[in-house]
């Protein structure tokens, strides 16, 4: 009796040791099951996901896919983990901020040549074939959309201030955010950003400040090799952000991120807000402003009238430990293209990658419009690769958002605040050299 | 079997060999002898918990004390060569770290203080026995059930200026006339995250300290009110010294937890604004999202050894006072 129970101890051990390091491999019958990973998850968009993946596997019997959903907050550290381990991984979310440092690591497989000769990229726009592959020709990942910013702004409330249209400059929105901007009615001019990813919309307007001088490779470069804040243009765009916190914005502004600034605009009390396009969804569900009392507009420009956008991009990548990279490539192509595409970029609110999506009537009419227009004049509304790729991003971003906070708290100046990032971005060039 | 019957049989069995076995155990005995065939079955038995804690527990451990004295990026893992004491310097050399300790300091005795005295006070109302007592403990223990990042979330709206509860009730209580702009301003932060963590760590004490005082015979109350004794002098002559062990185990392990606790900073501020609410942890938090593993495990491996130090003067303070007392 007590060598069974020593005997069934011991493979009860063995058992859950042996589980714990299977891996998975086709099975008798030749099907293949992928491990997929997404990244910026929610909900909504897993059951999305999961309706795209039963119609692929529809197509492609032999293949089941797999999808691990890792909360937001610390989904890219789990896939960091997983590639890292080096197995477990098919096809994965791969973002402009990870695709740098995860490459470098060798965990991405670079499909360029599973994808050469692809109809794919005939249907895709210019921006997306671009942002499928690095400085060196490589692709690491397909984009499935874009972030890109636009102005939301409140009709009604610019009218009753004496304005007929919308702010097309920084030094404009100063002006009609100012006017509106009444704190003892609980009226707020401008939903500043002075939290988490605060950097991203300061450096915004420096970018549309200079829009021409920039370099097209390098959003944070100028045509003359030196730093977008080394630039008069960057001090005079910072001075303008500087009194649009202090003249149209709420207080709390300082600490306020994403959600925040999302609540203001929603619950009827700000009258601007700078945005990717998800929130138009959030924004049409609310109960304090109705339809008819708020549009988009095009991203503002800088006192040239042109200005950069500075598209943020996700897309579908292949683990290099993937033992199924057949598969996985051709579960990427499905999710890049036709309808897999359009209805994933539709329901989660993002910038098409498809060629097509211009003459589809949901993007020409409501608040799309305003990104249609910025589509058709790329000589005004310039798109930017932004340096996000690079191994220091995320130290950058954290240092960039606490001086923009020191910034509007007084603690330092915009001189002060261009010169310390000019000093920091030509350092981080010369080490990369 | 009788009495007579069983003291025969022990009786034969020494008779047959006496003390004999090891550690002078009777031969025969309730105890088996310690042979190594029982000492493999023991060791196959035990086998998969060491295994379990060698591979879920002490290697990670190991694997993440190594990364400290490593140039370990994430960002970069082609060079991960050893950099010495590196790692640690740089945790030193940093602008914020003076900032960062003090804070820590505040964020320790400026919750805890708080939590001990409420603590106490809501345990020593619910030993009270009153209608729903039930009821209204499971009403006060009940935030400890909830994540502390999502206390964090939803103070952050309960502080925000524009739109939060606590400067509404304030302005209605007439008590401010502006609202406070709490989680902008890097002093009104500080206090916001306390209020916060107060409110939540309360509940751990008011559980620990009710277990204890539960467990206080009424003989020593009622000895206590025969000796004349007031409510203040019972408190402290009868309730406490019988709970020391209890309050000095629990102050111990909230030091421990709330020096260990980002979650609700994390939620509440992001360690803002300006980096004035960071705590150590919060801290190696935003190190470790630079990727930078390295100088997140030396800060690691100092958070320990801080708190082992800790551990061992408090317990060896506490045990010190009840040799005294004793």
């Known amino acids: 009796m007590r060598r069974r129970t020593a005997v069934l101890a011991l493979g009860t ?36 996901l999961k309706g795209l993946i039963a119609d692929f596997e529809k197509q492609n019997p032999k293949i089941k896919v797999n999808l691990v959903s890792p909360p937001t907050e610390q989904a890219d550290q789990k896939l960091q983990q997983m590639l890292q381990s080096g197995s477990g991984v098919d096809v994965l979310e791969v973002r402009d901020i990870t695709v740098g440092p995860w490459s470098n690591n060798g965990w991405l497989y670079d499909m360029k040549k599973d994808l050469d000769g692809w109809k794919g990229w005939e249907g895709m726009t210019e921006n997306a074939v671009k942002a499928a592959q690095d400085a060196k020709g490589r692709t690491y990942f397909v984009p499935y959309g874009f972030y890109g910013l636009s102005l939301f702004y409140r009709t009604d409330l610019i009218r009753k201030a004496g304005f007929d249209k919308p702010p097309a400059t920084w030094p404009e929105l100063l002006k009609q955010a100012a006017a509106i901007h009444d704190p003892a009615q609980r009226r707020y001019g401008y939903a500043f950003r002075g939290g988490a990813n605060g950097n991203s919309n300061a450096t915004a307007a420096i970018e549309a400040y200079l829009a021409d001088q920039v370099d097209p490779a390098n959003g944070f470069k100028l045509k003359n090799g030196r730093t977008i804040f080394s630039a008069p243009e960057a001090e005079a765009a910072m001075e303008n952000y500087l009194r649009l916190f202090r003249q149209a914005s709420p207080k709390s502004s300082v600490s306020w991120g994403y959600p925040e600034m999302v609540e203001a605009f929603s619950n009827g009390s700000t009258a601007f807000l700078l945005q990717d396009p998800e929130v138009i969804a959030t924004v049409s569900e609310s109960k304090s402003i109705s339809k008819d009392q708020w549009a988009t507009a095009p991203l503002v420009a800088g006192p040239g009238g042109k200005t950069v956008q500075p598209l943020a991009t996700a897309g579908w990548g292949v683990a290099k430990g993937s033992k199924n990279k057949a598969e996985a490539v051709k579960l990427v192509q499905f999710l890049s293209q036709g309808e897999a595409s359009t209805s994933f970029t539709k329901k989660n609110s993002l910038v098409p990658i498809l060629k097509s999506a211009t003459n589809d009537p949901f993007y020409k009419s409501g608040p799309w419009s305003s990104y249609v227009t910025m589509t058709e004049q790329p000589d005004t509304y310039l798109v930017v690769t932004q340096p996000r790729g690079v191994s220091w991003w995320a130290e950058w971003q954290q240092k960039a958002d606490t001086e923009v906070q020191q910034l509007i708290l007084g603690k330092t100046t915009p001189k002060k605040l261009v010169a310390g990032w000019d000093a920091y971005w030509t350092e981080k060039w010369q080490q990369e050299k | ?49 060491a295994l379990f804690v060698a591979v879920f527990t002490y290697y990670p451990m190991v694997a993440g004390g190594q990364m400290a004295f490593r140039n370990w990026k994430l ?20 602008p ?23 603590g106490f006070a809501l345990a020593l109302w619910l030993r009270r026995r009153f209608r729903f007592r039930g009821l209204y403990q499971a009403l006060i223990f009940f935030p400890w059930a909830i994540s502390g990042f999502l206390i964090g979330i939803l103070f952050r709206w309960m502080f925000n200026s524009e739109f939060g509860v606590v400067n509404d009730l304030l302005q209605k209580a007439g008590l401010i006339d502006e609202p406070i702009a709490w989680l902008a301003d890097p002093k009104t932060a500080m206090v916001a995250v306390l209020i916060a963590n107060i409110w939540y760590g309360v509940t751990f004490f008011a559980i620990m300290i009710l277990a204890a005082l539960q467990s206080i015979p009424d003989e020593l109350y009622e000895a206590a009110a025969l000796d004349g004794a007031g409510k203040a002098r019972t408190l402290f002559q009868v309730t406490i010294p019988y709970i020391r062990t209890t309050l000095a185990l629990t102050v111990l392990l909230r030091v421990i937890w709330i020096f260990n606790f980002p979650d609700l900073i994390f939620g509440m501020t992001g360690g803002g604004p300006n980096n004035e609410t960071h705590i150590v942890t919060t801290w190696m938090i935003k190190i470790t999202q630079q990727g930078d593993y390295g100088r997140a495990s030396a800060l690691g491996l100092l958070v320990v050894a801080a708190l082992l130090v800790f551990a061992v003067f408090f317990l060896l303070a506490t045990r010190e006072r009840k040799r005294v007392t004793q």
């Open chain 2, 1 to 49: 079997m009788s009495v007579a019957s069983t003291s025969k049989t022990k009786t034969a069995a020494q008779g047959e060999g006496g003390t004999s076995g090891r550690r002078g155990l009777p031969r025969g005995g309730r105890r088996r002898e310690f042979t190594t065939r029982r000492g493999l079955q023991i060791a196959a038995f035990m086998a998969p918990a």
């Open chain 1, 13 to 48: 051990a063995a058992a859950m040791v042996l589980t714990g390091c299977s891996t998975m491999s086709p099975g008798a019958s030749g099907t293949v099951t992928l491990n997929m990973v997404e990244s910026l998850t929610n909900p909504a968009r897993t059951d999305l």
């Open chain 2, 75 to 94: 960002t970069d893992l082609t060079d991960t060569s050893w950099v010495g004491l590196k790692n640690f310097r740089d945790v030193f050399a940093d």
């Open chain 2, 96 to 118: 914020a770290w003076g900032t960062v300790l003090t804070n820590s300091a505040i964020w320790v005795v400026g919750s805890i203080v708080p939590q001990l005295v409420i």
